[in-house]
């Protein structure tokens, strides 16, 4: 390490012309810091928040009380501000409360599966000595693997003549999973948590490494089995992780959109597995109400922030 | 006290980077078009299907020979998720081409509320030229002010195909099929499903998408009704007794396990998934080698000579954008690429039908050499377009859920779901 330090000037003996630089020396320092290069390293990153994330979700908000659609440059266009009628239009359209009610359903599915799963799977795979890196590939390539690709597979597996319904027999359901009122939005909530699976069980895994072995050695001393140090031990030490997990499954799993539109034909039967983000797809872009579809979204957001925070206050502990 | 330098610092990145971001979007903010008579070069997007880049490409070469000056540059429209999501995102940008040869009529309301196209009408006998070339049917590309955003180009109406070699194993007259009215379509896919040949007699796609039911419903309600639209003078007309009867028979169909209620990823069709299909003359090339194929115009409940039987046009046309610098050259080059010799051309190379009047009287010959195409050009006389008015995705939507809900999935009476589908699109219609 090295340190660099500058004798101050002698009181008085400054020229004027160098006491205007270092004035604007100091501006500038107070502006941009003393590590001009760091805000430049950081501009990119920030551009692109800027301008794919933060601009975008205020043009949502601004639009959703607007009277909005999307017009040719130089096109003369009255928009309006409506105040409110866009939700009230939305809060008000029965397709739309019932796509929050199937993507309550298939968070109430994905999200505890999705947890659970990942740290069961990770913390056997921690465990594992035997064919750990073909197992860790293994969970991690549904997750690299394009939607589009696995979906064929699924149409394949869950369709009334598929693997799945051979297997059962009798015991499968008619009509069959995806065109089934009841079973389509949980068929769509096992598909995405087994394809999301792998990225979760690397967040797991990465936590594990942070658990000290010490503390295991130490309940197995106290006579702890391995159900219980998994319980007293793992579960707390991944408690970060697991706040990260739920937080990232519920907002990927608020944008439910590829899985309705591919696998049940554009969120059917009948609209049972319709998301909002398909209807924001439908009204915004197809049917060219981009008002109406913002305040679908800023509805989302809302209810994807309170959800957010329920869990940080359930699960953060004392991270929270 | 740090926290006044670094909120100043974060204050000074954010206004740096919103500057660049707002300097970025000012970039890509295009201008407006040019007048009515500028010239000069144009661009044209063509669909990427590979016979009408054959045709694009001998039409464009053939005027750049003649016009020296007034160049066209053709591309495929670029990838998306539909035609209609990248144009409308092309007029938004202001950088829509010229001339785009795949404008879907669905689509037209809702690129004319955008002000992406050119009334085509306002140019110099404009009108005339479209009428005198489409006959009555031009009146169905009309806006509710009688003007003209795009101009009637091909259709594709829609006829039943069927598998000889199945009907035959079947037990069925494969020559002569038994299809003309619902009674005789059902009993025929009874015998179908029943002797095994197929696991469906038909299978129109049962998806949710708003077009969808340009393939099963409404065919055969143009059909039953001798040519009516899903909406006239404003008002939903589906909900009529002929509505009725169009829904109950696919209902039947669904209810009895004759048509599946989930999608197939392939072609049914070829794959021998399903005896018959509802397809354009597209189908003719497609399955000429595959299927030993036959076809007949959709079903009536009474069986209405084939001479009088209307079907869904599947219609693609051209619209003029108004982001083009050279309009004045981009309406001659439509002139010239739906001129009676490009006409026959497109028949030629693609098997498409101009939306041309009397069009077997016109290009004789070529239905002579190409009898596969005869039923289609007659039936080309006899299409029912899209209803041209407001909000025309979302009226379609509306009643694609209807029709999915209780015809499709048999979930409550299928009146009552025909019923609040026309009140739901009345009001988008009247919603401008």
């Keep these: 390490?090295?340190?660099?330090?500058?004798?101050?000037?002698?009181?008085?003996?400054?020229?004027?012309?160098?006491?205007?630089?270092?004035?604007?020396?100091?501006?500038?320092?107070?502006?941009?810091?003393?590590?001009?290069?760091?805000?430049?390293?950081?501009?990119?990153?920030?551009?692109?928040?800027?301008?794919?994330?933060?601009?975008?979700?205020?043009?949502?908000?601004?639009?959703?009380?607007?009277?909005?659609?999307?017009?040719?440059?130089?096109?003369?266009?009255?928009?309006?501000?409506?105040?409110?009628?866009?939700?009230?239009e939305v809060l008000g359209d029965p397709d739309v409360i019932r796509s929050f009610g199937n993507v309550g359903i298939f968070l109430i599915i994905n999200v505890p599966l999705t947890v659970v799963l990942s740290l069961v799977l990770a913390s056997a795979l921690n465990k594992a000595v035997r064919f750990r890196t073909f197992l860790r590939v293994g969970y991690f390539v549904p997750y690299i693997t394009a939607s589009v690709a696995v979906v064929g597979v699924w149409l394949f597996l869950f369709s009334g003549a598929g693997l799945v319904n051979q297997i059962l027999g009798p015991l499968a359901p008619e009509p069959s999973w995806l065109i089934n009122s009841q079973w389509a939005m949980p068929t769509i909530a096992l598909f995405v948590t087994w394809k999301q699976l792998g990225f979760f069980i690397l967040l797991y895994l990465a936590a594990l490494q942070n658990v000290s072995q010490e503390l295991y050695e130490a309940a197995a001393t106290d006579g702890a089995g391995k159900v219980q140090s998994f319980f007293s031990v793992t579960i707390p030490g991944v408690r970060?992780?697991?706040?990260?997990?739920?937080?990232?499954?519920?907002?990927?799993?608020?944008?439910?959109?590829?899985e309705p539109y591919l696998l049940t034909g554009g969120g059917g039967p009948n609209g049972a597995s319709t998301s909002p983000v398909l209807l924001m797809?439908?009204?915004?872009?197809?049917?060219?109400?981009?008002?109406?579809?913002?305040?679908?979204?800023?509805?989302?957001?809302?209810?994807?922030?309170?959800?957010?925070?329920?869990?940080?206050?359930?699960?953060?502990g004392d991270e929270s | 006290m740090y926290t006044t330098p670094t909120i100043r610092r974060a204050l000074a990145a954010t206004a740096a980077s919103a500057a660049v971001v707002l300097a970025l979007g000012a970039c890509s903010s295009g201008g407006g078009g040019g007048g009515a008579d500028s010239r000069g070069d144009i661009t044209i997007w063509l669909s990427n299907n590979e016979t009408e880049i054959a045709w694009g490409t001998q039409?464009?070469?053939?005027?750049?020979?003649?016009?020296?000056?007034?160049?066209?540059?053709?591309?495929?429209?670029?990838?998306?998720?539909?035609?209609?999501?990248?144009?409308?995102?092309?007029?938004?940008?202001?950088?829509?081409?010229?001339?785009?040869?795949?404008?879907?009529?669905?689509?037209?309301?809702?690129?004319?509320?955008?002000?992406?196209?050119?009334d085509l009408s306002s140019f110099e006998g404009g009108e005339q030229y479209i009428e005198d070339r489409t006959g009555d049917a031009a009146e169905q590309y009309q806006n509710a002010d009688g003007e003209y955003f795009q101009m009637p180009w091909k259709s594709n109406p829609v006829m039943i195909f069927y598998n000889k070699d199945m009907f035959t194993a079947a037990g069925l007259d494969a020559e002569n099929p038994s299809l003309a009215t619902y009674d005789?379509?059902?009993?025929?896919?009874?015998?179908?499903?029943?002797?095994?040949?197929?696991?469906?007699?038909?299978?129109?796609?049962?998806?949710?998408?708003?077009?969808?039911?340009?393939?099963?419903?409404?065919?055969?309600?143009?059909?039953?009704?001798?040519?009516?639209?899903?909406?006239?003078?404003?008002?939903?007309?589906?909900?009529?007794?002929?509505?009725?009867?169009?829904?109950?028979?696919?209902?039947?169909?669904?209810?009895?396990?004759?048509?599946?209620?989930?999608?197939?990823?392939?072609?049914?069709?070829?794959?021998?998934?399903?005896?018959?299909?509802?397809?354009?003359?597209?189908?003719?090339?497609?399955?000429?080698?595959?299927?030993?194929?036959?076809?007949v115009p959709v079903p009536t409940s009474e069986g209405t000579p084939a001479a009088e039987t209307y079907t869904f046009s599947d219609a693609k046309n051209v619209g003029l954008f108004s982001a083009c610098e050279n309009q004045g050259t981009a309406w001659d080059v439509l002139k010239f690429a739906t001129s009676e010799e490009q006409d026959g051309q497109l028949l030629e190379l693609t098997g498409q039908m101009p939306l041309r009047d009397d069009l077997t009287t016109v290009y004789p010959e070529y239905f002579a050499a190409n009898p596969a195409y005869e039923q289609f050009g007659d039936q080309a006389a006899r299409t029912v377009e899209v209803p041209n008015v407001a909000n025309s995705v979302a009226v379609w939507q509306a009643f694609r859920d209807a029709y999915s809900k209780s015809v499709i999935f048999g979930e409550g009476d299928i009146q009552t779901s025909l019923d609040d589908a026309a009140a739901e699109i009345d009001a988008l219609v009247a919603d401008e």
């Design chain 2, 184 to 295: 005789e379509f059902l009993a025929t896919a009874r015998t179908l499903v029943a002797s095994g040949v197929a696991p469906n007699a038909i299978l129109p796609a049962p998806t949710s998408e708003f077009f969808q039911s340009w393939f099963d419903f409404s065919p055969l309600y143009a059909a039953e009704t001798g040519g009516d639209q899903l909406v006239e003078d404003g008002e939903a007309t589906f909900n009529d007794e002929d509505g009725l009867a169009v829904a109950e028979f696919w209902a039947t169909l669904y209810d009895e396990g004759l048509s599946g209620k989930e999608t197939y990823q392939g072609d049914s069709f070829a794959d021998g998934e399903a005896a018959m299909s509802i397809v354009g003359p597209w189908a003719v090339s497609v399955y000429q080698d595959a299927v030993n194929w036959g076809a």
């Design chain 1, 1 to 88: 390490m090295s340190l660099v330090t500058k004798a101050p000037p002698a009181a008085g003996s400054a020229p004027a012309g160098a006491r205007g630089g270092h004035q604007k020396g100091d501006r500038r320092r107070r502006a941009l810091g003393k590590n001009p290069i760091g805000l430049l390293l950081s501009a990119p990153y920030l551009i692109f928040v800027l301008a794919v994330f933060a601009w975008p979700l205020v043009f949502a908000v601004w639009m959703s009380f607007h009277e909005y659609f999307f017009a040719a440059p130089g096109a003369q266009v009255d928009r309006p501000f409506v105040g409110f009628d866009n939700f009230r």
């Design chain 1, 240 to 258: 970060p992780a697991t706040v990260l997990v739920l937080l990232l499954s519920t907002v990927t799993g608020a944008n439910l959109f590829t």
């Design chain 2, 59 to 118: 039409m464009f070469e053939a005027w750049n020979a003649e016009n020296p000056d007034e160049q066209i540059t053709s591309q495929e429209i670029p990838a998306g998720s539909s035609s209609e999501e990248v144009i409308g995102a092309a007029i938004t940008a202001g950088n829509a081409p010229c001339l785009i040869f795949n404008t879907a009529p669905v689509a037209v309301p809702q690129f004319e509320k955008q002000g992406g196209l050119v």
């Design chain 1, 281 to 316: 797809y439908q009204r915004g872009i197809e049917q060219g109400s981009p008002d109406v579809a913002a305040a679908i979204g800023v509805l989302l957001v809302i209810g994807v922030l309170i959800i957010a925070f329920i869990q940080r206050q359930v699960a953060g």
